[in-house]
């Protein structure tokens, strides 16, 4: 018995080994605890809701009680925090978090009155600065023969912004805000790949792309990532793309909302959208919030948790209506310092 038992242990060991991961007798490591909420804080897009990270766990919602007594989810994110923007100045509210693990396991905070979860007693109004007078956008190059940058500028303008193309050399303080739009591939090295299935790779609008995004972030001014631009925003946040998907190009996408996020305010629970595009989010980057998926689970819209930064993997600059929601809605972000 003693030698069964001490070949089993080199088996495993050598699994180890071929699979480049740890063995685990037992099975994959687990969740063995809820998510504790550890503050709750005003911030200037309403409230933010953070918690205690949990080991083994891959994916938290979090869910707020209506004023009938039953709890509703509000987003999901790997983040181990969450910004609520549908909450009220002057109004109650009390959150929880559930967490699951790639297992399936789920723990949720306790909604009795053992008290994980938190209440908000009073939201204050948002403490920010708005700007008077005109809204300057820069609009990032996106390569040549892209017509997106072109059809963004027209877009903004129509909607009363300044707006005109820029390269990296561009002064930060000069805009408001910045848009990323849509063009070639993203070369792999960027998030730590080789290249499998990327095309169209072009490094000089790398180089423009990532510079300009990493000066307006650190100057905490919006951005807004379009296709090739929200992949930009995912990939600087640390996340990586799926090299190569099927059935995103040149089609409508019908996509479901995650309720409480910036897009759900303007679109509701779901929106058919256009898409252009054969990558896509695969890990989201820190503290990014998945907010809308394709039917097929393809993201196609992200929110960060505190900074004024919004991806789409659709092209709203082409959907004439529907598209202008999200340009009114960055306008009016580009007006508020942070």
């Not at 953070?50 to 007594?69: C, I, K, M, T």
């Not at 948002?126 to 072109?150: D, L, Q, Y």
């Not at 090299?243 to 759900?264: E, F, N, V, Y």
């Amino acid at each position: 018995m003693e030698k069964v038992i001490k070949w089993l242990a080199i088996a495993l060991a050598i699994v180890s080994l071929q699979t480049g991961s740890p063995a685990y007798p037992r099975g994959e490591p687990t969740i063995s605890s809820a998510p504790v909420l550890s503050s709750i804080t005003n911030v200037s897009e309403g409230i933010e809701i953070a918690w205690d990270a949990v080991p083994h766990a891959q994916l938290y919602r979090v869910f707020r009680q209506n004023e009938s007594g039953a709890w509703s989810p509000i987003g999901d994110t790997t983040a181990t925090s969450f910004v609520d923007r549908t909450a009220e100045p002057g109004s109650a509210y009390t959150y929880t978090v559930r967490c699951t693990d790639r297992t399936g396991k789920t723990y949720t905070s306790d909604y009795d009155a053992s008290g994980i979860s938190i209440q908000c007693v009073e939201v204050a109004a948002p403490s920010r600065e708005e700007k008077t007078g005109a809204i300057r956008i820069a609009v990032a190059f996106g390569g040549e023969g892209s017509e997106s940058a072109e059809e963004i500028v027209s877009m903004l303008t129509s909607h009363g912004a300044e707006a005109e193309i820029v390269t990296a050399d561009a002064d930060v303080s000069d805009y408001d805000g910045l848009v990323l739009p849509g063009g070639g591939d993203i070369d792999p090295s960027r998030y730590g790949e080789e290249n499998t299935d990327s095309s169209d790779i072009d490094l000089y609008l790398d180089d423009v792309q990532f510079t300009l995004a990493d000066k307006f972030i650190q100057a905490k001014k919006p951005v807004l990532g379009i296709c090739r631009g929200g992949q930009v925003l995912n990939v600087y946040f640390g996340g990586t793309l799926n090299q190569d998907i099927s059935g995103h190009k040149d089609r409508s996408q019908h996509t479901s909302i995650a309720a409480g996020s910036i897009l759900s305010s303007l679109y509701g629970n779901s929106l058919d959208v256009y898409s252009f595009h054969h990558q896509s989010a695969k890990d989201i980057g820190s503290d990014l919030n998945i907010t809308m998926r394709s039917d097929d689970g393809t993201v196609e819209g992200f929110e960060h948790a505190y900074l004024p930064v919004i991806g789409l993997q659709w092209h709203p600059e082409y959907m004439d209506s529907t598209g202008s929601k999200i340009f009114e809605y960055f306008i009016q972000m580009c007006r508020y310092t942070y």
